[in-house]
Each structure stands twice: as C-alpha cells, then as structure tokens.
C-alpha cells in the first residue's frame, strides 16, 4: 500500500504546483479563472472548487438565475480544481494575503470560518441579514456558526452530510452480504466477504478523502458525545477509546483499494459495480443521480444505495458552504446580488437539488428533496449533530492541515501510535 500512496502523493504535488483554475465547462470564452485575469467593472468573481461533475450542476444552477436577475452583471466563475478544496484554499490564502480577494468565495461554516472572520478578511453581513429578514430563514444554530461577537459573515446556501455509506446492491448481494453494515465490526465483516469474491471492499480517493474517512471511522467507534468532546479544550485524544477507533481505521484502510484521484472517480467504482463501498458526503448523490451531462445518470437503489456510516445512524455529521464578501472585494455590489441569490428560496431550491444538499433555509419546498435528498432532510431535522473535520466545522484551517500531515505521513508508515500522537499533538497545538 506505501507504494501506492507515494505515487498518489506525488499526483497531487503536481497538481498544486500546476493549480488550475478550471471554469467548470461554463466559463465564457476570454474569461477566467483562479483571479489571473484582471476583471472588468461588470464582472463578478465568485470563488469556489466545484468543477467536478456534480458540483458544478449546481454552481450553474445558481449561477443561471444570477445572471437573469442581474443582467448587466458578469459571472466571473473563479472555481479551482481539486475535491474538498483542498487546491483552492491554498490558492485563496494567497490572494487574500496579496490583497486580491475575490468577490465572493466559498468558505465552511464553522470553525474555517471563524479563522477568516478572526483575520478580519471579511465583512459584516449583518445588514443583508436584516434587510432580508434571514435570521427568520436559517436555523439558528447554523447562524452562530458563522458569527461571531453577534456580527453574521457569511450565506450559508446548504446542509452536507459527511457520514453516508455508498454501497453498490447487487455487489454486495454477490458477496453475501445482506444490508448496509450497521456497525463497525459489522463493516469489516462485510469488507471481508467482499475482497473474498475479488472486488473492490472499499473505493478511496486522494488524500482528503482518507481523512474524511477517518473522521467517519471516528464517529462511528466513538459515538457522537465521545467524537463531540475531541474538539474541546483539553480533550483527551491518547485515550484507549481513540486508540480503539484508529485501530479499527487501520483495519478498514486494508480492504481500500488503489487511491484514484479526486472523490469521483472513488464513488464511480461503486456506480459502476467495482467495488462494493464508499464512505463519502452526500456531494456523491448529485454526481449519481444528475443526468449524464454533468452526473453519471445511474439509477438510485439499483446502480447505488445509501445509509449512514456503520455506527452512526442517528447522527448528522454535518456541513455547511457558505459564500462571503471578502474585504476589498472590487465589486463589492456585484458580490452582494451574488449573495442575494444564494440567500433566496429560489437559488437554494436550485442549488441544492443538483448538488445533492438539502437548503439551508427552512423555508425550501420540500417536494423538490426526494430519493436520498428526502431521507436527508428528515434525518436532519431529526438526528443529534456533530461536525466534519475534513470539511470544515470542528477544527479550524492550521488544525485541519495538520491532521492532514499525519495522515499522509500514516498512509507511508501505517503507525497507529505514530497517528495517535501526531493527533493529540495537533489537537494541543490548535485547539481553543
Ligand atoms: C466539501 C464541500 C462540498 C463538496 C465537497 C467535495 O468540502 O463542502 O460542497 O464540494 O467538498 O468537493
């Protein structure tokens, strides 16, 4: 497996010292891209890492009534390659610390969010959230998320769920495996029947991904107040329990199977009956089900089904985008009918259906959220929360990378004490 990952690792070096901005296959002609080219007076910059199939489908959604409400502004689709944004936020570090903000960027709600609020790289939306009456929209949870001292910084435009099991039916029906494996131990049984008919157990990404994974893993072995309370002061992160849960991390990444490049190509394994599993946030349902201009127009319950990751049912491992008006945005009128329309039903009611996202305003209807999307917007009004790692909410943007560095320092070592430590380590260093 070390093999493996150092070719992987050495992909995505090359991809971050080439970063490209991509527009998604929609940008006009002339026009792009990660902020290279300067923008004229119409031009709106928006800012974001959904270019994949999928996740485009729904910036274009939102963009398309961005631009019949706002006819004489110009989208300027900024968006940055890479899953997770794992390229995009190292590109928007740079312009924001070069004084070149875009208008508009994306940015978790959550403890990501508070590094930017904490710089005072953004403005206060206060104002927009009183003259559209948002608080009343938005679940007030999900406002404290994204403020801070009382002041609102960002719109958010939609709920992800982190833990979903992707299984592929008839593979695991092959394999005499009779359900979504409900626990952990369960799971590894099932990746065990698996691997023993020659399948893939459990497709996997790039590296962000096995951290996602990782954070699934947790959940899922240390239930929701034990994975809660890792992300308090002085949490105990050299626990056997954590020991326990990395073990079993440990046990689940030795049914993975080679690392494709980004979470697509991972989840298209399980779509197309290669592999039996994949543990992935719910951005994976757009990219299934969307037709195949943009997703891969595979049929729900046949090609793929769905259920929370093994041992977390009855708990939202939850996220958030949002889109904020960095300070010293060029078009600061542009970037506000931007988050006009991502505040609006309308955007989000488009938005989501095709990202694979419930709104987060409570006020979407609700006949648009069906298949997977109605299971989620029951779960989410039902279930305990706890917040994603890799995406944002539980640990801040220094914390995050440096759970990152231990992890790709465990994919060449494969040390669960070696993990354990680097973990506790960067929880002492970053933790508030
Ligand atoms: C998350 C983001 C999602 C989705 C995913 C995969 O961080 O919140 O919207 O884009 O990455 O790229």
């Not at 690792?9 to 002609?29: D, E, F, Y």
Request: charged share 20%.
């Amino acid at each position: 497996m070390r093999r493996r990952w150092l070719a992987a690792v050495a992909i995505t070096m090359a991809g971050l010292l080439g970063v490209t901005a991509c527009g998604g296959g929609n940008t006009p002609a002339g026009q792009a891209t990660g902020g290279a080219t300067k923008a004229a007076s119409s031009d709106v910059e928006v800012f974001s890492w959904w270019t994949g199939p999928g996740e485009a489908d729904g910036l274009a959604a939102m963009r398309k009534i961005f631009e019949t409400q706002n006819p004489n502004l110009k989208f300027l689709d900024a968006a940055v390659a890479g899953g997770s944004g794992d390229k995009a936020k190292a590109l928007l570090q740079t312009k924001l610390q070069g004084g070149e903000p875009p208008d508009s960027f994306q940015g978790h709600a959550g403890a990501e969010l508070q590094g930017y609020i904490k710089a005072g790289q953004l403005e206060d939306l206060t104002s927009l959230y009183d003259e559209l009456k948002l608080k009343d929209v938005f679940p007030a949870q999900l406002v404290e998320q994204i403020s801070v001292d009382g002041k609102i910084y960002s719109v958010p435009v939609n709920i992800h769920r982190s833990n979903v099991l992707w299984f592929n039916p008839a593979v695991l029906k092959e394999a005499g495996v009779a359900g979504a494996p409900k626990t952990i131990e369960e799971f590894i049984a099932a990746l065990g029947k698996v691997k023993a008919k020659g399948k893939i157990p459990l497709s996997i990404g790039s590296e962000w991904t096995v951290t996602h994974l990782l954070e699934n893993v947790m959940l899922g072995s240390l239930g929701t107040d034990g994975y809660n309370a890792l992300f308090q002061p002085g949490a105990n992160w050299a626990a056997p329990e954590v020991t326990k849960a990395l073990e079993s991390f440990k046990t689940i990444m030795s049914f993975a199977g080679d690392p494709q490049d980004d979470w697509q190509p991972a989840a298209k394994q399980v779509a197309d009956g290669q592999a039996a599993f994949n543990i992935m946030g719910d951005w994976a349902y757009g990219y299934f089900h969307n037709p195949p201009d943009g997703g891969l127009g595979k049929t729900s319950k046949t090609d793929f089904d769905w259920a929370p990751a093994p041992g977390t049912e009855g708990t939202y491992l939850w996220l958030s985008d949002s889109f904020t008006l960095p300070k010293g945005a060029k078009n600061r009128e542009g970037a506000l009918a931007w988050l006009k329309v991502a505040a609006s039903k309308e955007g989000q009611d488009a938005f989501n259906p095709k990202k694979g996202s419930i709104p987060a305003r409570k006020d979407a209807d609700a006949a648009l959220y069906t298949d997977y999307l109605g299971d989620a917007l029951k779960d989410w009004s039902g279930n305990k929360l706890a917040g994603s790692v890799q995406h944002g909410v539980a640990v801040s943007q220094p914390w995050l990378t440096a759970i990152n560095e231990q992890v790709g320092l465990y994919l060449g070592k494969q040390d669960v004490a070696a993990l354990q430590k680097g973990l506790a380590d960067a929880a002492t260093a970053n933790a508030q």
